[in-house]
């Protein structure tokens, strides 16, 4: 049977074209089975405490077998960005980072942070899931 991966991916909610670009090509990637576990305006976690917003953040995080950060250069601005990729490694989930098509600079926040680094191909990135998780 395939495996399935649980893949939370750490991103910029002022960005979600980069998010909805990537969970469709990994969707639509054959032989290559995936859930999502990241948190979007969507499905938002409805409460102003903090302390419990972290905590189900920290909880799928937790759940995924990965997590993925999109390192445009909007991630080194983003407290929840870092929050994420430094609860992952508290939690010790590989992180991939993936470079958004057409990106010439990238965030140090998910670069230093990162397990690995890729460009923005699907092969690529199916791979190094592959690979980390």
């Known amino acids: 049977m395939a495996r399935y991966y649980n893949v939370f ?3 910029s ?3 979600l074209d980069d998010l909805r670009s990537l969970r469709q090509h990994l969707q639509e990637r054959g032989y290559f ?8 305006p969507e499905n938002a976690i409805k ?5 419990y917003v972290h905590a189900r953040v920290a909880q799928r995080i937790a759940n995924a077998d990965i997590v993925i950060g999109l390192a445009g250069v909007y991630a080194s601005h ?3 960005m870092t929050w994420e990729l430094d609860k ?10 993936v470079i958004p098509r057409g990106q010439e600079r990238i965030s140090t926040v998910v670069s ?4 690995k680094m890729v460009r923005w191909n699907t ?10 998780a």
Not at 33 to 40: I, L
Not at 47 to 51: G, R, T, V
Not at 112 to 115: E, G, H, P, Q, V
């Open 13 to 15: 909610w002022d960005h």
């Open 78 to 80: 983003s407290d929840w």
């Open 47 to 51: 409460s102003e405490n903090i302390y």
């Open 33 to 40: 089975n995936v859930d999502f576990s990241e948190v979007t």
């Open 88 to 97: 992952a490694i508290e939690l010790s989930k590989p992180i991939l980072g």
């Open 9 to 11: 991916i750490s991103h």
């Open 112 to 115: 230093n942070r990162a397990d």
């Open 123 to 132: 092969e690529s990135i199916v791979a190094a899931i592959r690979e980390l």
